[in-house]
């Protein structure tokens, strides 16, 4: 069993940065790899970025490759989210998400969800 919650969420403008962070608790988060998801109004729920359980490895959707650099620190239970270079398209609710099948894009491999935090670009 893995409880998530993120924070860092916010208004910011375009072109701004943003630091999401997602603790963890249970004792398998170590060993789960992890991932960031994102879901605008009126649209399905997107893979943004994945790390493995080691660090070791990651994934990024296109979108997002080259602004948004996905980190985990495993002494602090915690994964982040270091978004740069925003803009208005990157408006959504980000979810993190654990999953014990390596890294992967597919949220239907992800058994574990937090609750979200609103990230809002203005242009």
């Known amino acids: 069993q893995v409880l998530l919650v993120e924070s860092g969420g916010g208004l910011v403008q375009a072109g701004g940065s943003l630091r999401l962070s997602c603790a963890a608790s249970?004792?398998?988060?170590?060993?789960?790899?992890m991932g960031w998801f994102r879901q605008a109004p009126g649209k399905e729920r997107e893979f943004v970025a994945a790390?493995?359980?080691?660090?070791?490895?990651?994934y990024y959707a296109d979108s997002v490759k080259g602004r948004f650099t996905i980190s985990r620190d495993n002494a602090k239970n915690t994964v982040y989210l270091q978004m740069n270079s925003l803009k208005p398209e990157d408006t959504a609710v980000y979810y993190c998400?654990?999953?014990?099948?390596?890294?992967?894009?597919?949220?239907?491999?992800?058994?574990?969800w937090g609750q979200g935090t609103q990230v809002t670009v203005s242009s």
């Open positions: 790390i493995s359980w080691s660090g070791g490895s990651t």
């Open positions: 249970g004792r398998t988060f170590s060993r789960s790899a």
């Open positions: 998400a654990a999953t014990n099948f390596g890294v992967t894009s597919s949220p239907s491999s992800y058994a574990y």
